[in-house]
């Protein structure tokens, strides 16, 4: 599969921690093409699989943010688009 060319990071309520970031599957039928509106699809879809009866139910996430970044890019570098739980 090789080295992703962008990643998900997730931050956690609480005590804001990081999850190890995802990779961004950039298939048309996943993940489609990196923008705001596909990641906010994506972090959505997320959040629906950990409902009881979802595929992730078994985890408890919290998540209050999403950054879609470049893989291998630190701070605002490579930054494509931010989801923030309103």
């Given at each position: 599969?090789?080295?992703p060319a962008f990643v998900v990071?997730?931050?956690l309520a609480g005590s804001r921690s990081?999850?190890?970031p995802a990779r961004?599957?950039?298939?048309?039928?996943?993940d489609g093409r990196p923008s705001q509106k596909?990641?906010?699809?994506h972090v959505e879809g997320l959040i629906d699989?950990?409902?009881?009866g979802g595929c992730n139910d078994h985890l408890s996430l919290d998540i209050v943010q999403a950054t879609l970044r470049r893989n291998g890019s630190v701070d605002d570098e490579g930054?494509?688009?931010v989801w923030t739980r309103s």
């Open positions: 599969m090789g080295t990071e997730y931050v990081r999850m190890t961004w599957q950039g298939q048309v039928d996943r596909n990641l906010a699809k699989s950990t409902q009881p930054v494509i688009a």
